[in-house]
């Protein structure tokens, strides 16, 4: 800046010396020069150029850009997470008519299904003085299956069975267990549980084709009378047989092969802890387990492996010994030529 100010002094005073033409070639005075010098130099306004407003706008609209960004990384992990979708629940079933006593159990979404159920086993045995025990439990955490409209058609195939039958349904199975005396009594029993296979339930069929004849006292007595002494036991959570369970069943093998007719139901039971269908499936695998050992073993009897999960409770009390005494496995004599 110095150095431009003293180029102008430098020019002013040469100007002056020697003065300026106009373009008719007449002097000018040097005082004209002089403040035409002076107004040339005046301070001018300063103006901001046109490239410096369009770099404050990018630079404004980075910033908001920045912020942005900023809100979509930071501000989510100090929310809180969104609520997961609720599963429902499968509704479960458990019927069973035994000894004048028709038991009802399980899981329901609605009391309108509940209704419809209960109303179609007081038409169906109400008249034959059948009581009725209903423990269906309402859950809003059950859903809906399509196989509950069925339920209330297929009740008659419990009064079809003798001496006790039952219908357990752990929401993808449906288990049918009793005796008839003829093939064609269980193919007409298996067509009427028709409608509930055919809403999506995978059907075993644990119906047993013998006649009624007095089951061996001694038989079921000597065999209860083992499983009271020391029950068949298992791994905790596991079908997995313990070397007491072991015991137990070297006990029963040689009662049930000197009676090599005997058709011999294998009833697995657990506690009430745990969801329906679990427990449903575990007993069923301690059910078969036990079947598998007698069948290593050489026993030539019928057997069949149903599991009741904790549908039939022996004990009412939630103490050790209550649930202790409500996990077993029981065998039921049903029939047998030499009985």
């Known amino acids: 800046?110095?150095?431009?100010?003293?180029?102008?002094?430098?020019?002013?005073?040469?100007l002056l010396d020697r003065g300026q033409r106009d373009?008719?070639?007449?002097?000018?005075?040097?005082?004209?020069?002089?403040?035409?010098?002076?107004?040339?130099?005046?301070?001018?306004?300063?103006?901001?150029?046109?490239?410096?407003?369009?770099a404050r706008g990018a630079i404004l609209a980075a910033g908001a850009l920045a912020l942005t960004i900023l809100a979509f990384v930071c501000l989510p992990r100090h929310l809180p997470p969104p609520a997961a979708s609720r599963s429902l629940a499968a509704a479960t079933l458990y019927a069973r008519l035994e000894a004048g006593t028709l038991t009802f159990r399980g899981s329901l979404p609605?009391?309108?299904a509940k209704a419809q159920i209960l109303t179609r086993a007081q038409e169906l045995y109400g008249q034959r003085h059948v009581r009725i025990v209903d423990e269906l439990v309402i859950d809003p955490n059950v859903g809906a299956a399509p196989w509950l409209t069925a339920v209330p058609a297929v009740l008659p195939v419990l009064g079809h069975m003798s001496e006790h039958g039952s219908v357990i349904i752990d929401g993808?199975?449906?288990v049918l267990s009793g005796r008839v005396e003829t093939e064609r009594a269980k193919s007409a029993l298996l067509s009427e549980a028709a409608p509930l296979t055919a809403s999506g339930l995978e059907l075993e069929n644990h119906v047993l084709v013998a006649?009624?004849?007095?089951?061996?006292?001694?038989?079921?007595?000597?065999?209860?009378?083992v499983l009271k002494q020391s029950g068949i036991a298992f791994e905790s959570n596991s079908a997995k047989i313990n070397p007491r369970g072991r015991a137990t069943l070297e006990k029963l093998i040689p009662l049930l092969r000197r009676e090599p007719k005997a058709v011999i139901e294998i009833a697995g039971h657990t506690d009430g802890y745990g969801a329906v269908d679990y427990n449903i499936q575990l007993s069923r695998r301690r059910a078969e387990a036990v079947r598998q050992y007698f069948i290593t073993r050489g026993l030539t009897n019928r057997f069949?492996?149903?599991?009741?999960?904790?549908?039939?409770?022996?004990?009412?009390e939630k103490t050790k010994a209550g649930l202790h005494n409500n996990?077993?496995?029981?065998?039921?004599?049903?029939?047998?030529a030499d009985l």
């Open 172 to 174: 993808h199975s449906l």
């Open 110 to 112: 609605t009391e309108a």
């Open 304 to 316: 069949t492996a149903v599991g009741y999960g904790a549908t039939q409770p022996v004990s009412s």
């Open 327 to 336: 996990r077993r496995i029981e065998l039921r004599v049903k029939g047998g």
């Open 23 to 54: 373009p008719a070639g007449q002097k000018i005075p040097a005082g004209m020069v002089l403040l035409n010098m002076i107004g040339s130099s005046r301070p001018r306004r300063f103006v901001l150029p046109e490239s410096r407003t369009m």
């Open 1 to 14: 800046m110095e150095k431009k100010l003293s180029t102008q002094n430098s020019r002013c005073r040469q």
């Open 211 to 225: 006649p009624v004849v007095s089951s061996s006292p001694s038989l079921q007595a000597r065999l209860d009378r």
